[in-house]
């Protein structure tokens, strides 16, 4: 990871760097994380709930299974937080290219990293 952000920071024009401070952090979210295995849940619901997901499955539903039907909720719940950080890269993006250009300076990938640590701690 050190590696491939000194290649990037190398090769961006100093106007650049602002804005790869707001990028880091994403970035260093999506690698340091580590792929949790397999996971079984349990989960009890009854009532409205039970009857909604009732018709949402078998033969009248949508889905084939209960276990079809989390994955796909979670899976659009994960669709859905992604494109909310999206949004709000791209809303970090356009403050970072409106600064002025006073504001820019050289970074190198340990200050990126340890900044994207020290933002994702709080």
């Known amino acids: 990871m050190r590696a491939f952000l000194d290649r990037i920071l190398s090769s961006l024009a100093a106007e650049d ?3 790869l401070v707001h990028i880091i952090p994403y970035f260093v979210d999506m ?3 580590p792929n949790p295995k397999a996971m079984t849940l349990n989960v009890r619901i009854s009532g409205a709930l039970a009857d909604f997901v009732a018709a949402n ?3 009248e539903g949508v889905y084939e299974n209960v276990s079809e039907y989390v994955r796909d909720l979670i899976r659009q719940d994960k669709a859905r937080s992604e494109s909310q950080a999206f949004d709000r890269l791209k809303a970090e993006l356009q403050r970072a290219f409106a600064a ?3 504001s ?3 970074l190198d990938a340990d200050t990126v990293l340890a900044r ?5 701690a709080e």
């Open 116 to 120: 994207g640590r020290q933002r994702a």
């Open 17 to 19: 760097d602002i804005a």
């Open 100 to 102: 002025p250009e006073s």
């Open 57 to 59: 499955v078998g033969d």
């Open 31 to 33: 690698v340091e994380r």
């Open 104 to 106: 820019y300076h050289t």
